[in-house]
């Protein structure tokens, strides 16, 4: 039985398995792609995924449901199909990650229920579970939720001495996908992989690159005396296509042309490759400040730097690594795939769990999977809601600090509020905010206590 390593995407998805001699391999799809997109088309009630709903979704954009990794885990977004039938992100996840693991089957001619999924490495907790969840409900037996830039930092160390003589060293993984965004920096020694800060933003990846030049071609062929591509679902989608690979091409060469037809003529607006450096200045930078934050969180300088590894579809673009040279003065480089990397370390991951899983029972020489070893930190902070001793006003008190080394345990003290108090609210939070309006309750429970005519001393301990 072959264990799956599956990069769900925002806008496309990836699986790898092992082959014979212990080596991650992409597997393509049925199509004989490598990339799968991550679209959903509702054919009556009947989901078409990939590519050929891609291409039904540009002829009805209504039964078409694409960018969903954005709403995992938000517990009120519903799809609603033509037939007037609900799906939630994860059903919707779920059909992808079906497709993947059916066609993964289908070349590998074996069993593959156990999978490794990965995740943005600033997910919370409901969108980690919420991919758990799909993963269940696409018939999978869900190993472990991985960060991507994680898994991606394998797939880099995978076979080699990364230092060049064997020696430990840290890189940084920049990730920039379809739909988000991750840096985290990684000590590499030998199989032993130590996650030492990450950050991110889930709402920032090459689709809002595509936003921005969708804008700008827009302005240009209305400038010409044409219509907006805007006001039309189909129209919109047209141009997100021609946009999308104009950037690619940017990618290669210096320039290239976007060309709009609204049925009684042809528009064609150019694009150089500074000119798109300038219209996605703001998300660049912003991808540069949470570089800056990540360093300083682990602790490591400019020029403290073994590599930093590139990952993600939007990191092919120029200015990407312009930047992080400039930031970091370290080595860019370019040797891991961007696309497939993340699942390619999945997959070694799903390997090692699986082979740890059956251990003992079907015996066997180790592999290089079997000695991994991957220690996470906390994407977020823990915390608790409580009353401030000055104001009375609800706080969020943090007992696990972001950036912590998993498993991690924190201590706080607490007091009641008032006499003859007979229990207490416990209110576990992720975020790093003061503010409990801007962070995410992950649960709460009630405890009951003694009842005392004193304010009472309470210790809480969490555990991650």
């Given at each position: 039985?072959?264990?799956?390593?599956?990069?769900?995407?925002?806008?496309?998805?990836?699986?790898?398995?092992?082959?014979?001699?212990?080596?991650?391999?992409?597997?393509?799809?049925?199509?004989?792609?490598?990339?799968?997109?991550?679209?959903?088309?509702?054919?009556?009630?009947?989901?078409?995924?990939?590519?050929?709903?891609?291409?039904?979704?540009?002829?009805?954009?209504?039964?078409?449901?694409?960018?969903?990794?954005?709403?995992?885990?938000?517990?009120?977004?519903?799809?609603?199909?033509?037939?007037?039938?609900?799906?939630?992100?994860?059903?919707?996840?779920?059909?992808?990650?079906?497709?993947?693991?059916?066609?993964?089957?289908?070349?590998?001619?074996?069993?593959?229920?156990?999978?490794?999924?990965?995740?943005?490495?600033?997910?919370?907790?409901?969108?980690?579970?919420?991919?758990?969840?799909?993963?269940?409900?696409?018939?999978?037996?869900?190993?472990?939720?991985?960060?991507?830039?994680?898994?991606?930092?394998?797939?880099?160390?995978?076979?080699?001495?990364?230092?060049?003589?064997?020696?430990?060293?840290?890189?940084?993984?920049?990730?920039?996908?379809?739909?988000?965004?991750?840096?985290?920096?990684?000590?590499?020694?030998?199989?032993?992989?130590?996650?030492?800060?990450?950050?991110?933003?889930?709402?920032?990846?090459?689709?809002?690159?595509?936003?921005?030049?969708?804008?700008?071609?827009?302005?240009?062929?209305?400038?010409?005396?044409?219509?907006?591509?805007?006001?039309?679902?189909?129209?919109?989608?047209?141009?997100?296509?021609?946009?999308?690979?104009?950037?690619?091409?940017?990618?290669?060469?210096?320039?290239?042309?976007?060309?709009?037809?609204?049925?009684?003529?042809?528009?064609?607006v150019e694009v150089t490759r500074p000119g798109f450096s300038e219209l996605i200045h703001p998300l660049l930078q912003?991808?540069?400040?949470?570089?800056?934050?990540?360093?300083?969180?682990?602790?490591?300088?400019?020029?403290?730097?073994?590599?930093?590894?590139?990952?993600?579809?939007?990191?092919?673009?120029?200015?990407?690594?312009?930047?992080?040279?400039?930031?970091?003065?370290?080595?860019?480089?370019?040797?891991?795939?961007?696309?497939?990397?993340?699942?390619?370390?999945?997959?070694?991951?799903?390997?090692?769990?699986?082979?740890?899983?059956?251990?003992?029972?079907?015996?066997?020489?180790?592999?290089?999977?079997?000695?991994?070893?991957?220690?996470?930190?906390?994407?977020?902070?823990?915390?608790?809601?409580?009353?401030?001793?000055?104001?009375?006003?609800?706080?969020?008190?943090?007992?696990?600090?972001?950036?912590?080394?998993?498993?991690?345990?924190?201590?706080?003290?607490?007091?009641?509020?008032?006499?003859?108090?007979?229990?207490?609210?416990?209110?576990?939070?992720?975020?790093?905010?003061?503010?409990?309006?801007?962070?995410?309750?992950?649960?709460?429970?009630?405890?009951?206590i003694p009842p005392s005519d004193e304010s009472v001393e309470i210790d809480v301990v969490i555990g991650y």
């Amino acid at each position: 039985m072959a264990a799956l390593g599956i990069d769900l995407g925002t806008t496309y998805s990836v699986v790898a398995a092992l082959d014979a001699h212990g080596i991650p391999q992409v597997i393509a799809n049925r199509e004989g792609e490598i990339l799968t997109p991550s679209v959903v088309y509702f054919d009556g009630e009947s989901p078409l995924v990939g590519s050929a709903a891609a291409a039904a979704g540009a002829l009805s954009p209504y039964d078409c449901v694409e960018l969903v990794k954005r709403h995992i885990g938000d517990g009120s977004w519903r799809c609603v199909t033509a037939g007037g039938n609900y799906y939630t992100a994860e059903q919707v996840s779920a059909m992808v990650l079906r497709r993947l693991a059916v066609d993964a089957r289908t070349r590998l001619d074996e069993p593959c229920s156990e999978a490794v999924i990965t995740v943005p490495a600033y997910f919370d907790d409901a969108r980690r579970r919420a991919t758990a969840d799909a993963g269940i409900i696409a018939g999978l037996d869900v190993l472990r939720i991985v960060n991507e830039p994680t898994a991606a930092a394998v797939a880099y160390g995978f076979g080699r001495s990364v230092g060049g003589a064997g020696e430990p060293v840290t890189v940084m993984v920049y990730d920039w996908g379809g739909g988000t965004f991750d840096v985290t920096v990684v000590h590499v020694a030998g199989s032993e992989y130590q996650v030492l800060a990450t950050a991110g933003d889930r709402n920032l990846g090459g689709y809002d690159i595509d936003n921005a030049l969708m804008l700008y071609v827009d302005e240009h062929v209305i400038a010409q005396g044409g219509a907006t591509s805007l006001d039309s679902d189909v129209a919109e989608l047209m141009l997100r296509e021609k946009c999308e690979r104009a950037k690619r091409e940017l990618s290669d060469i210096g320039e290239t042309t976007v060309t709009v037809e609204d049925g009684r003529r042809t528009y064609r607006v150019e694009v150089t490759r500074p000119g798109f450096s300038e219209l996605i200045h703001p998300l660049l930078q912003r991808t540069e400040e949470i570089v800056t934050e990540v360093m300083v969180d682990a602790g490591v300088r400019r020029g403290g730097l073994y590599a930093a590894l590139l990952v993600g579809g939007s990191t092919r673009i120029p200015a990407v690594t312009r930047m992080l040279h400039r930031v970091t003065a370290a080595r860019v480089r370019h040797d891991v795939h961007p696309e497939e990397a993340v699942a390619l370390g999945a997959a070694l991951l799903a390997d090692h769990l699986s082979s740890q899983r059956s251990k003992g029972v079907s015996g066997g020489s180790p592999t290089e999977s079997d000695r991994l070893v991957v220690r996470d930190v906390t994407a977020h902070s823990l915390g608790l809601i409580a009353r401030s001793p000055q104001t009375g006003a609800e706080i969020n008190s943090i007992v696990i600090e972001r950036n912590a080394p998993l498993p991690a345990r924190g201590r706080q003290r607490f007091h009641t509020l008032a006499e003859n108090q007979d229990e207490i609210l416990v209110v576990v939070t992720q975020g790093e905010d003061t503010d409990p309006a801007y962070v995410t309750v992950v649960g709460s429970a009630r405890i009951p206590i003694p009842p005392s005519d004193e304010s009472v001393e309470i210790d809480v301990v969490i555990g991650y």
